[in-house]
């Protein structure tokens, strides 16, 4: 059988392990950030407008990709032909875009 004076001892020393880990997680950097409201909320919204700005940046490269390929597609006239008026017209509202 087990010594219940060995068996304390350890949970002592797991105790104090467990404790020194959280202090040592508790001196983090981050977690002395996020302790105040202000400094959470402005890197909430930093983080946010850079999700927005991605967003918007990789949606544009997809949607220009998409309606190129789709140009292309001569075998399906009516997706091509929807396809080459749609990049006509983006032409033609900003001029200084590159020809097909």
Excluded: C
Aim: hydrophobic share 45%; aromatic share 6%; net charge negative.
């Amino acid at each position: 059988m087990e010594d219940p004076g060995e068996s304390r001892d350890a949970l002592i020393d797991e105790v104090r392990a467990l404790r020194d880990e959280v202090r040592r997680l508790n001196d983090q950097r981050y977690f002395r950030i996020e302790s105040s409201v202000a400094q959470v909320a402005l890197w909430s919204l930093l983080r946010g407008l850079a999700w927005g700005l991605g967003s918007v940046l990789g949606a544009t490269i997809l949607l220009s990709v998409l309606l190129r390929m789709l140009g292309l597609i001569d075998f399906i006239p009516v997706v091509g032909d929807w396809a080459q008026q749609t990049i006509n017209e983006i032409q033609q509202a900003h001029p200084g875009l590159p020809p097909k």
